[in-house]
């Protein structure tokens, strides 16, 4: 440990003054495209499909349950606060109900036995390599 030290000290102090505007540019660089390219962005609605069909489109800014009859059972969403998540499912490892409260646009838990999804969905529609 103190080893890695020392080494970190001897770099620093080997480093000239364009070392360190290179260093400073890239971190501020990092941090804005980080900012920039990242979605943070609330969503607004809920949309739940059922197969390959969608089921319905719910808002968001709304406290409700809705029941939905699955391929192997009733599944609850729960939509409460701006969020969602499933609160019940049929299935066996419960893998959807313990995804949690969903908030951002872009997040999506999925109950494959009972062939139930949701997805929330903000203003804009946001694109990753799947649908690329």
């Known amino acids: ?14 480093m000239l003054i364009g070392d360190w505007l290179i260093f400073v540019a890239s971190s501020v660089l990092i941090i804005v495209l980080f900012q920039q390219l990242w979605s943070h962005e609330h969503a607004t609605t809920v949309q739940i499909r059922l197969g390959d069909t969608i089921y319905g489109t719910y808002s968001l800014n709304q406290q409700r349950d809705i029941h939905v009859k699955g391929t192997i059972g009733n599944a609850t969403i729960s939509i409460m606060n701006g969020k969602a998540r499933f609160a019940q499912s049929p299935c066996h490892n419960q893998y959807c109900v313990h995804q949690g409260w969903l908030s951002r646009s872009g997040q999506a838990a999925i ?3 009972n062939q ?5 969905v903000g203003e804009t529609k946001h694109y990753d390599s799947l649908n690329y």
């Not at 440990?1 to 080997?14: C, E, G």
């Not at 139930?116 to 929330?120: A, F, M």
């Open 1 to 14: 440990m103190f080893k890695l030290l020392r080494n970190i000290k001897a770099i620093t102090s080997a």
């Open 111 to 113: 109950c494959l036995p």
């Open 116 to 120: 139930l999804s949701l997805e929330l």
